[in-house]
């Protein structure tokens, strides 16, 4: 039997590149979340596991819930998306669409990043007033034609 331990290896940084998170049920009756990512010197992949408390007897549902990355999503983004699956209730059906909902999920998640560092970035300006500075003794008079004024001495 090997030796596992259970403590974390690393410190989390959200913006790190992740290629799959796996969310479940271990051989052993455990639930296990098993995110894996590219080792430290970059050869290679790692599973990093951490392990949960064991499922009470008779419990069923979801057995597990597998996000695949690629290594274009940040750990962030994964666990937003784990979060939202958890949060639905589980309804057994099968469709082609649940990688699809993922992308989109992550899209809509950028997309307001964006749009909140965009609106931060620049604040709304006041528009510039532009006025006219006339010699003394002078005003603006309108005339019956629309749009025109006259320079009139007072």
């Given amino acids: ?26 051989s052993d009756g455990r639930t296990v979340t098993a995110l894996t990512k590219a080792s430290a010197d970059r ?24 996000i695949l990355g ?11 998306i784990l979060a939202a699956k958890q949060e639905k209730k589980f309804v057994p059906r099968r469709s082609g669409n649940e990688i699809a909902d993922m992308c989109r999920f992550v899209l809509e998640r950028r997309n307001e990043a964006i749009l909140a560092a965009r609106k931060s970035a620049y604040p709304a300006r006041r528009k510039k007033t532009v006025r006219l500075l006339l010699p003394v003794g002078y005003t603006m008079r309108q005339t019956s034609v629309p749009g025109l ?4 001495r007072a």
């Fill in 70 to 80: 690629g290594m274009e999503t940040s750990l962030a983004e994964v666990r937003d």
């Fill in 149 to 152: 004024r006259l320079r009139v």
């Fill in 1 to 26: 039997m090997a030796l596992q331990i259970l403590v974390p290896r690393y410190r989390e940084n959200p913006n790190e590149k992740v290629y799959s998170l796996y969310h479940g049920v271990s």
């Fill in 43 to 66: 050869n290679r992949l790692e599973p990093v596991k951490t392990y949960g408390a064991p499922l009470p007897r008779g419990q069923g549902g979801q057995i597990a819930t597998i």
